[in-house]
């Protein structure tokens, strides 16, 4: 099975503008997560899709927002780019067949740049 | 919510040499994963072990969840085993509010010729 793609890999926007990032999930796999890295505060839980509804959220603004599609593909969105949102945006499917007991298998993220 | 403390920060060792890695967490977890983020900052799978020991090749994990931790062993080190080792974890008590996985800060490991 093909694993789990992100598009674009690298991104440089300017504050103000908004970005959208995008995020195909292994085959069979329902349920997307998104994550935000950056040196300061390592490895974040933003939110996760599952059945194009959000199951979970995690402690960021309302300027970063996402969706899922019927075919499992996810977006997340950042409105109003701050010089703090550069970061690289990891994307991680899962089947989440069972509540919680699931393997995260991870895309190989988006570099975020904002100047 | 549930924290996770890994340990070492950094490890440097020569080639051949065997590791172990820790990992601590404060709250029953269902999920414990461990990944090695490669230069490029995708996170590979190694393991997933919320309890009981498995074995990958020259990688092992065990995790004893009743103690709360978590320990991966690296042995016979080789430089493409360099890089940033993370253990993640999910919690049994996690409901509404932030969730998804809990890293911990990663320990930097180096394997030197």
């Known amino acids: 099975k093909a694993g789990v793609t992100q598009t674009p890999r690298y991104l440089i926007k300017t504050r103000g503008q908004q970005v959208t990032l995008s995020c195909s999930p292994i085959s069979g796999h329902r349920s997307v997560s998104w994550y935000q890295q950056t040196p300061g505060q390592g490895l974040q839980f933003l939110f996760e899709y599952f059945s194009e509804t959000q199951r979970n959220k995690g402690n960021f603004p309302g300027r970063f927002s996402g969706r899922q599609f019927s075919n499992s593909r996810s977006e997340m969105n950042v409105s109003t780019l701050e010089l703090g949102d550069s970061a690289l945006y990891l994307c991680?499917?899962?089947?989440?067949?069972?509540?919680?007991?699931?393997?995260?298998?991870f895309g190989p993220g988006t570099r975020l740049t904002v100047l | 919510g549930i924290q996770v403390e890994q340990s070492p920060p950094d490890l440097i060792l020569q080639e051949g040499a065997n590791s172990t890695l820790r990992c601590n967490f404060s709250d029953s977890v269902n999920n414990l994963q461990w990944f090695h983020q490669n230069p490029w900052g995708q996170l590979i799978n190694l393991f997933y072990?919320?309890?009981g020991t498995k074995q990958n090749g020259r990688l092992s994990a065990t995790t004893v969840a009743t103690e709360r931790y978590s320990l991966l062993y690296i042995s016979s080190s080789q430089t493409t085993d360099s890089g940033v080792y993370f253990c993640?974890?999910?919690?049994?008590?996690?409901?509404?509010?932030?969730?998804?996985?809990?890293f911990g800060k990663g320990t930097h490991l180096i394997i030197q010729p």
């Open positions: 991680a499917s899962s089947t989440r067949l069972a509540a919680r007991t699931d393997t995260q298998y």
């Open positions: 072990i919320p309890s």
């Open positions: 993640a974890v999910e919690s049994v008590y996690s409901g509404g509010g932030a969730d998804g996985l809990t």
